[in-house]
Antibody, heavy 115, light 112 residues
Framework: QVQLVESGGGVVQPGTSLRLSCVAS????????MHWVRQAPGKGLEWVAI????????YYSDSVNGRFTISRDNSKNTVHLQMNSLRVEDTAIYYC????????WGQGTQVIVSS | DVVMTQSPLSLPVTLGQPASISCRSS???????????LNWFHQRPGQSPRRLIY???DRDSGVPDRFSGSGSGTDFTLKISRVEAEDVGVYYC?????????FGQGTKVEIK
């Protein structure tokens, strides 16, 4: 079955960096686009970024554009989110999700940005 | 960005009774290929979201048939024919037609 497992979250100070990873299994990873979606404490879902199946195309939300970078390694069935210049408002659970219409989600990894 | 507006934001329901959630988009969600990429997700407390419905009315595998989606253009509805205890949580609509994908604010369903 499809499985997505995120890791890399933690507690960091504003202005620092963090790299999230999502390891996929149970499907042909290199045929699916992959998303990152986040959820701030007590809030709704916010789409963050997407990378095409072949990494030729990437899109970002305005709130992270220029600070976050999405990438993937199809040899390792892994998608990453490099987060730089972190802000307090980036505090959230970060989920990876599969495919154009987010048909499968991981359990999430928590990122807390606090001084 | 396309704004997705859900109503109500809170929905107390009685077990065994029907429930309905509305989702409206600020633009038509009909894509150039003729499909309408409107999805519904359910998030139970402490869990990650799970997709229930895609392309307005197609149920995902394993989703009970008491869940149904309908609508077109800018107006969409998720209906639960008979609410069960496991249906509590927050329901989100999401459009995938226009970039970037956007979610509704969420509708919290709880048992009366």
């Amino acid at each position: 079955q499809v499985q997505l497992v995120e890791s890399g979250g933690g507690v960091v100070q504003p202005g620092t960096s963090l790299r999230l990873s999502c390891v996929a299994s149970g499907f042909t990873f290199n045929t699916y686009g992959m998303h990152w979606v986040r959820q701030a404490p007590g809030k709704g879902l916010e789409w963050v970024a997407i990378v095409w199946y072949d990494e030729t195309t990437k899109y970002y939300s305005d709130s992270v554009n220029g600070r976050f970078t999405i990438s993937r390694d199809n040899s390792k069935n892994t998608v990453h989110l490099q987060m730089n210049s972190l802000r307090v408002e980036d505090t959230a659970i970060y989920y990876c999700a599969r495919g154009t219409n987010l048909d499968s989600w991981g359990q999430g990894t928590q990122v807390i940005v606090s001084s | 960005d396309v704004v997705m507006t859900q109503s109500p934001l809170s929905l107390p329901v009685t077990l065994g009774q029907p429930a309905s959630i509305s989702c409206r988009s600020s633009q038509s969600l009909v894509y150039t290929d003729g499909n309408t990429y409107l999805n519904w997700f359910h998030q139970r407390p402490g869990q990650s979201p799970r997709r229930l419905i895609y392309k307005v009315s197609d149920r995902d595998s394993g989703v009970p048939d008491r869940f149904s989606g309908s609508g077109s253009g800018t107006d969409f509805t998720l209906k639960i024919s008979r609410v069960e205890a496991e249906d509590v949580g927050v329901y989100y609509c999401m459009q995938g037609t226009h970039w970037p994908p956007t979610f509704g604010q969420g509708t919290k369903v709880e048992i009366k």
